[in-house]
């Protein structure tokens, strides 16, 4: 019957949208929390290679020839010796016009290829210059990224100070003990999230580390701080409490 | 410090007894809603692409007799049909009958046929409507069954909070937290319903006024034909 078969339809749809979605709640549920691992500080070098610019090298002109002087005068010498041979000089001096245009063509083409080369030297040059200001760019962001650093390093040992000021270790405390803590900040410096990570085992010290946060309360100085930087490394971190010393 | 876990499935577990009855209603609610929604949907697809291939083929200029046989046929074999078709079948069984009889007077002949297609056409819009109060109740009751359930745990919440001396929020949130799983439940079952619920309401109004003026019509070709003898 065909009411059945679209109830079938129906309840099969039913089922599955409903197992679909208590599925992807299940899986889905929690977030990713990103823990923030506090490494030392390193220094980075890092080495800009620059090329060499290249010089355009100009060649230097060829002496002229001077050939054309040294026929003219034989050719004086001839006309004055041998009025003769009219005929003959006169093809000389054809044949020396020949010569003289094609020196003219010579020296017009080696002008045009030097002024080529000179402007390949140029488009080198400004070739080179767009790759200085791209590491001196690249070079500025690490600047910024150390200098970053910095800061956030400087307020993690402001915070660290001022935990293990308001941190009164019960007796019970030992030197292997470590409990690690998670705050959670707003950007006025306030507290407003402790959540215990690890646990040492023994409750009187991970109660004793937990009030040094409420003692805490706030963290004025971090007002200061630029909100980029609060949100990249502060609105989480994560601090490590043992007896020997205190350390984020 | 205790394990706490927060995921869903836990919450779940671990609220009390009457919200986790809330939950549970709740989610059969969504369930058969959906069931419901799946089928209607299906349901009336079907009688509105039927209503157009039977109007086609009605104003096809086809012998209204032969028709009337094929159509008759037909629900023999498939033992239920549904729309329009019963409406023309019971109007047109009524008119044959009633006009056999000799003596017949024209205005009885019309008036009976008249009332046959009437009662059919109120069949189906019974048909046509069935399952939708289900929808619509859905629809407005389980944000409050939801609402209920998280009222309920809150309050519960806040009683366990009297109780101990150092109040945090830690010890209220995951009460709320669970508590309020329930209003979502409750709007996660309402929202398709109310939807459904509208989209169908819609079309079977449209599917019923389109019946109504097909019956009309073809009373009165019926009449057209009564008088003219």
Do not use: C
């Not at chain 1, 610019?53 to 002109?61: D, E, F, H, Q, R």
């Not at chain 2, 995921?7 to 059969?28: G, Y």
């Not at chain 2, 037909?74 to 009633?98: Q, Y």
């Not at chain 2, 109120?122 to 409050?144: G, H, M, T």
């Amino acid at each position: 019957m065909r009411d059945s078969l679209s109830y079938g339809i129906g309840i099969l749809f039913s089922l599955t949208v409903h197992g679909l979605v208590l599925w992807a709640l299940v899986i889905g549920w929690q977030p990713m929390t990103q823990q923030i691992v506090i490494q030392p500080q390193y220094i980075e070098a890092k080495l800009v290679q620059l090329a060499p610019k290249k010089k355009a090298v100009n060649k230097p002109k060829k002496p002229a020839n001077n050939a054309a002087q040294k026929k003219r005068e034989k050719q004086k010498r001839l006309e004055n010796e041998k009025r003769k041979e009219q005929a003959r000089k006169e093809r000389r001096r054809k044949a020396e016009d020949d010569r003289k245009e094609q020196e003219r063509l010579t020296a017009e083409k080696r002008a045009l290829a030097e002024k080529e080369r000179l402007e390949e030297a140029e488009r080198q040059r400004q070739l080179i210059e767009t790759e200085f200001a791209d590491a001196i760019a690249a070079e500025q962001s690490l600047i910024n990224a150390q200098e970053d650093e910095i800061a956030a390093n400087s307020y993690r040992q402001l915070i660290q100070r001022r935990l293990s000021e308001n941190w009164n270790r019960p007796p019970s405390a030992r030197r292997e003990m470590e409990t690690t803590i998670r705050l959670q900040l707003v950007p006025t410096g306030r507290i407003v999230g402790v959540t215990v990570l690890k646990s040492s085992g023994d409750t009187a010290f991970d109660r004793s580390v937990e009030q040094a946060a409420f003692k805490v309360d706030q963290f004025i100085e971090l007002q200061s701080m630029s909100p980029v930087l609060f949100e990249k490394k502060f609105r989480q971190v994560d601090v490590a409490f043992s007896p020997q010393d205190l350390r984020l | 410090m205790n394990e706490e876990n927060l995921s869903i499935l836990a919450l779940i577990m671990n609220a009390s007894v009457l919200v986790q009855a809330v939950m549970v209603i709740l989610l059969v609610a969504s369930v058969m809603s959906w069931v419901m929604i799946v089928q209607r949907g299906l349901f009336l697809n079907n009688a509105q692409t039927s209503f157009k291939l039977f109007e086609d083929t009605f104003w096809s200029g086809i012998d209204l007799a032969d028709y009337y046989h094929e159509l008759t046929e037909k629900a023999k074999e498939v033992g239920v049909t549904d729309g329009i078709e019963n409406v023309f079948r019971a109007g047109f069984r009524e008119f044959s009958r009633l006009s056999q009889s000799d003596k017949a007077d024209p205005d009885a002949v019309m008036e009976g046929t008249d009332r046959a297609m009437r009662v059919a056409l109120s069949r189906e819009d019974e048909k046509l409507s069935i399952n939708l109060p289900f929808l619509a109740s859905v629809a407005s009751v389980s944000p409050y069954i939801g609402l209920f359930g998280t009222v309920w745990g809150i309050m519960n919440s806040f009683r366990g909070l009297a109780m101990v001396q150092q109040a945090t929020l830690a010890t209220v949130a995951p009460g709320i937290s669970e508590a309020l799983i329930a209003t979502a439940m409750g709007l996660f079952a309402a929202i398709p319903a109310v939807i459904a619920y509208n989209r169908y309401a819609a079309k079977v109004e449209a599917l019923n006024s389109s019946y109504e003026t097909f019956s009309d019509e073809f009373s009165s070709i019926l009449h057209r034909q009564v008088h003219s003898r």
